[in-house]
């Protein structure tokens, strides 16, 4: 009669580290070191190289197979075998996603019970510079970075990131991709206005111009430049009101004008209001405001014309009534 053979577990390793990390924690490899002892039933060491299969479930008993790796030859001597499970078929991460994990054990034909619960050493997959919080998984020290090697800030993407929800910020500020470090007010102002262009509105000087959209709260952004700009004829959707926020600097005359437009024609120059900013020495600066009325299907238009060497900062807002 063939003896009947026993397992006995010696001891499950921790993670073998001299080998090939895993690629989405770098410090943690994919591979747990396992060491037994076989046994027969009269409790002699087994010496031979038996056909050995390893699985990983989620249930003690029954329960779902979650990874398995078979090997057609384990060499055991005087009792003791040595494998590193994930070796042949790697041990995905996922695998170690939920408290309780056991590793059963087959020797040729029969199944080795019962199943050995995995503790801590298995779930080092999920663990290196991170921590897991229920749901929650966070690192307090370090940068994270997506498409390079060595990021600077906490998260840095290299290339286009991609928000399906609201992204909610705190106070973030604009920096010139030329000199990223440079946190300052100018630098900030300078790099905006330089850049800005959107297809909803107009860059500082109108060069870039787009049609404007008028079926929600739309603004279109003037900057802090000395040069006359004209932001072109745009058609609203709805009756309305155009707001416009203006502000000078230096004691130099400004003249601002808001033209309106009353048919389908964009050409006719029928100026509904128009205003004239003097800078004041004593506060070298003068703001104003002004709304006007626009009919759906009307025409508006806005031209600034600034004198040599002042500087005004001119905002533009449209406020819809309807639809």
């Given at each position: 009669?063939?003896?009947?053979?026993?397992?006995?577990?010696?001891?499950?390793?921790?993670?073998?580290?001299?080998?090939?990390?895993?690629?989405?924690?770098?410090?943690?490899?994919?591979?747990?070191?396992?060491q037994?002892?076989?046994?027969?039933?009269?409790?002699?060491?087994?010496?031979?190289?038996?056909?050995?299969?390893?699985?990983?479930?989620?249930?003690?008993?029954?329960?779902?197979?979650?990874?398995?790796?078979?090997?057609?030859?384990v060499?055991?001597?005087?009792?003791?075998?040595?494998?590193?499970?994930?070796?042949?078929?790697?041990?995905?991460?996922?695998?170690?996603?939920?408290?309780?994990?056991?590793?059963?054990?087959?020797?040729?034909?029969?199944?080795?019970?019962?199943?050995?619960?995995?503790?801590?050493?298995?779930?080092a997959?999920?663990?290196?510079?991170?921590?897991?919080?229920?749901?929650?998984?966070?690192?307090?020290?370090?940068?994270?970075?997506i498409g390079?090697?060595?990021p600077?800030?906490?998260?840095?993407?290299?290339?286009?990131?991609?928000?399906?929800?609201?992204?909610?910020?705190?106070?973030?500020?604009?920096?010139?991709?030329?000199?990223?470090?440079?946190?300052?007010?100018?630098?900030?102002?300078?790099?905006?206005?330089?850049?800005?262009?959107?297809?909803?509105?107009?860059?500082?000087?109108?060069?870039?111009?787009?049609?404007?959209?008028?079926?929600g709260?739309?603004?279109?952004?003037?900057?802090?430049v000395?040069k006359?700009?004209?932001?072109?004829?745009?058609?609203?959707?709805?009756?309305?009101?155009?707001?416009?926020?203006?502000?000078?600097?230096?004691?130099?005359?400004?003249?601002?004008?808001?033209?309106?437009?009353?048919?389908?024609?964009?050409?006719?120059?029928?100026?509904?209001?128009?205003?004239?900013?003097?800078?004041?020495?004593?506060?070298?600066?003068?703001?104003?405001?002004?709304?006007?009325?626009?009919?759906?299907?009307?025409?508006?238009?806005?031209?600034?014309?600034?004198?040599?060497?002042?500087e005004?900062?001119?905002?533009?807002?449209?406020?819809?009534?309807?639809?």
């Open positions: 009669m063939k003896p009947k053979i026993i397992l006995s577990l010696l001891v499950l390793l921790t993670i073998a580290f001299t080998l090939t990390p895993n690629p989405c924690l770098s410090a943690v490899p994919s591979l747990i070191n396992y037994g002892v076989l046994k027969d039933s009269t409790g002699a060491p087994v010496t031979g190289d038996p056909a050995m299969e390893f699985s990983i479930w989620d249930d003690s008993i029954a329960g779902n197979l979650l990874w398995d790796e078979t090997y057609v030859a060499h055991v001597e005087k009792g003791l075998f040595n494998v590193l499970l994930g070796s042949k078929d790697s041990i995905p991460d996922s695998v170690f996603n939920a408290p309780d994990r056991w590793l059963q054990v087959q020797v040729g034909a029969s199944v080795l019970c019962p199943r050995r619960q995995i503790v801590s050493v298995g779930y997959f999920t663990d290196g510079d991170w921590t897991i919080d229920g749901e929650n998984i966070y690192r307090l020290q370090g940068n994270v970075g390079t090697t060595g600077n800030y906490k998260l840095e993407v290299a290339g286009t990131a991609y928000v399906s929800g609201i992204a909610t910020f705190g106070s973030i500020p604009v920096l010139p991709a030329s000199d990223p470090t440079a946190d300052n007010e100018a630098t900030r102002r300078k790099f905006v206005t330089d850049k800005f262009n959107t297809s909803t509105g107009h860059d500082h000087d109108g060069t870039n111009s787009k049609q404007l959209s008028a079926s709260m739309s603004a279109v952004l003037g900057a802090w000395n006359s700009s004209n932001y072109g004829a745009q058609q609203a959707t709805t009756d309305g009101f155009v707001l416009l926020e203006a502000e000078a600097t230096n004691p130099n005359y400004v003249y601002i004008k808001y033209v309106g437009y009353s048919d389908n024609n964009a050409n006719p120059s029928t100026v509904r209001a128009r205003t004239l900013l003097r800078g004041v020495p004593s506060m070298n600066v003068e703001s104003c405001s002004f709304m006007f009325p626009v009919r759906k299907n009307d025409y508006w238009k806005i031209v600034r014309t600034v004198t040599e060497g002042s005004s900062d001119l905002s533009v807002y449209w406020i819809p009534l309807g639809s």
